[in-house]
């Protein structure tokens, strides 16, 4: 039976194509707020880190309504590290939106959310965005969708979906290139004609899927999900069971529900069939979960999440400032906060280590696990994190590691240096093409481990004009030995508060990344250098005073100035004998081993 009333639809897109403006404005034009209303811009981003980086990381709900029709969308990320987040999400959905860029055209991103939207046979409605780029090039960006959509083995269907011509920013689309649109008329129209209504028997047992977990403090855990059959109502008693764990089989209660609207919730007593909703009063509900009548327990089927390919030691910090600057220093609260994530990401493991004060944490990638890092330190934890290392496996005897795709847009002048210093990371070269007359597209097949440390390197590199994206691409034979950083660490012989006179003298050594004033402790990194070699310094040495000479009667020491690394560089930068000490207040690079002496034995050692 069609709910021809509803439609649900996800917007997919590889990152920076503009899911989320575009979201913005099909709320605004299609009523969804009030005249005099003051909104944020890109309104669905709502966590901190998200709005700071102009990306999305978690999947929103958000509803409109059009000629009578409620349109629930799914605004979902476009990194592929957080891919777990789109996989779940097109559970819920009957058709996607595929927003491709008008100049960067189909991205690596854009290949795997297509891919998955095909193999679930949605319908498809294709964006071509920001056509008012003056670097805009819409007729060559058809052909690079028809041509991925037939790589991709699309049906005949699929390859006659339509498309619209839209800028997401003016807040305008059109049925053709050459004609400039007004509004989103045509977007609507295009959806509501296009999309699949959900199908469903508001008359038959209840059955709910749950794609996504929300958390509350005061309510615990909110599942989200559509409804499949029936009607689910507050005070109902329900089942839940698992198409992947049959064992699991027990009894709940809905004590809430909600329907999305605009960008909130709002509660309501009974929804049914097709529609999506939130709803609480199941505490340990998981994604994947099938909510269903207490008459009819059958679990719906689910896909399986792809697995992990990075991961990293999260440890309690035991450096000589431990406990300093933290709320949360502890193994346990360290333990539970990790755990609590796991309600409701997906694509993250957490296992115990050899140790009850460390604890194995497994992402798809550096920047999922940066992000958590990043979470946890605004919430006021302290912690220290080791480098990131690849999940590896066996395949008939042979050692199996995690490859990506890389694909480059960098200007010609700089194209030589990046080829060579992707092929020494193991890189192979799959593609070249020029983009327009100043610019290259170079993509390469490499193992994961090859780009650790990379990205900023690629960015000094072509002088950061360079663009690079990547995304999971299956196993492949281990390659061998790839060569880390180049540079040796500068780190501190004494603990004490950093001086002008000491920085001065070891900025003859190398590079600074700490200033006068800093406390510094034995064993921490405060620079690097040029020499492929440790060198310890004494940062804290003070000028001695005589009787024929004051402290300040030579000249002014001039320093040179330094660059704070971001915690994604912090973590780029670590060597193997290094860990990354984070505190709400600091990001502190140390050696594993603190006393000089004991770290000159072990390194020969070794």
């Not at 509803?6 to 403006?21: E, L, M, P, S």
């Not at 140790?355 to 006021?380: A, C």
């Not at 200033?515 to 310094?537: F, H």
Request: with cysteine; glycine share 8%.
């Amino acid at each position: 039976m069609k709910q021809e009333n509803i439609r649900n639809i996800a917007i997919i897109a590889h990152v920076d194509h503009g899911k989320t403006t575009l979201v913005d404005q099909m709320l605004k034009q299609s009523g969804a707020f009030r005249e005099n209303q003051q909104v944020a811009e890109r309104v669905m981003d709502s966590g901190d880190i998200e709005r700071e980086r102009g990306i999305t990381i978690l999947a929103k709900n958000a509803c409109t309504y059009y000629e009578g029709v409620k349109i629930n969308i799914v605004d979902t990320p476009g990194h592929a590290d957080f891919g777990g987040e789109v996989e779940r999400v097109l559970k819920m959905v009957n058709g996607v939106l595929l927003l491709v860029d008008a100049a960067e055209g189909c991205m690596p991103q854009t290949r795997f959310v297509l891919q998955k939207a095909l193999q679930q046979n949605l319908s498809l409605v294709i964006a071509v965005n920001k056509i008012d780029r003056p670097d805009a090039r819409i007729k060559e960006v058809i052909d690079e969708i028809l041509l991925l959509l037939m790589d991709l083995g699309a049906t005949d269907e699929q390859l006659d979906s339509p498309m619209v011509f839209c800028s997401g920013r003016a807040g305008t689309a059109s049925y053709s290139p050459d004609v400039d649109g007004t509004d989103f008329i045509p977007l609507f129209k295009t959806i509501l004609q296009y999309v699949k209504c959900p199908e469903g028997n508001p008359e038959a047992p209840m059955s709910l899927l749950c794609s996504s977990i929300d958390y509350n403090e005061f309510v615990g855990r909110i599942g989200i999900g559509r409804i499949e059959n029936g009607t689910v109502k507050v005070g109902q008693d329900v089942s839940v069971c698992d198409y992947h764990d049959r064992e699991l089989s027990k009894r709940g209660r809905i004590t809430a529900l909600y329907s999305f609207e605009a960008n909130g919730r709002a509660p309501i007593e009974t929804a049914s069939a097709g529609d999506i909703v939130a709803f609480s009063g199941i505490t340990d509900v998981n994604i994947g979960n099938t909510i269903c009548d207490t008459s009819l327990v059958e679990p719906l089927p689910f896909m399986k999440i792809n697995d992990p390919t990075v991961e990293m030691t999260f440890a309690v910090n035991d450096s000589p400032f431990a406990g300093r600057e933290g709320k949360f220093v502890t193994s346990r609260q360290i333990r539970d906060r990790l755990h609590r994530e796991l309600l409701k990401d997906v694509a993250l493991k957490i296992e115990d280590s050899s140790t009850s004060e460390s604890f194995r944490v497994m992402g798809r990638g550096e920047m999922h696990l940066s992000i958590l890092i990043e979470t946890m330190r605004r919430e006021g934890y302290e912690l220290q994190v080791s480098p990131p290392h690849v999940l590896t496996h066996e395949e008939d005897g042979k050692k199996m590691e995690p490859m990506e795709v890389v694909v480059i847009d960098v200007p010609t002048d700089y194209q030589g240096t990046v080829i060579q210093k992707l092929g020494s990371r193991k890189g192979d070269l799959v593609q070249m093409s020029p983009l327009g007359s100043t610019r290259m597209r170079i993509e390469f097949r490499m193992p994961s481990r090859g780009l650790f440390g990379y990205r900023s390197e690629f960015l000094t590199d072509t002088h950061g004009e360079g663009i690079m994206n990547t995304i999971f691409d299956g196993y492949s034979e281990w390659r061998g030995e790839i060569q880390g950083r180049s540079t040796g660490s500068l780190v501190s012989f004494e603990t004490g508060d950093a001086v002008a006179y000491g920085l001065f003298n070891a900025q003859q050594r190398g590079t600074m990344i700490v200033v006068p004033g800093d406390k510094v402790y034995a064993g921490e990194v405060v620079g690097y250098s040029p020499a492929g070699e440790d060198i310890t310094v004494n940062v804290c040495k003070t000028k001695h005073l005589t009787n024929t000479r004051a402290s300040g009667s030579d000249d002014a020491l001039r320093l040179v100035p330094v660059s704070r690394f971001s915690l994604e560089e912090s973590l780029e930068f670590l060597a193997e004998d290094e860990l990354l000490e984070v505190t709400p207040k600091n990001l502190r690079i140390r050696k594993r081993i603190l006393d000089h002496s004991i770290r000159a034995k072990a390194g020969k050692n070794k």
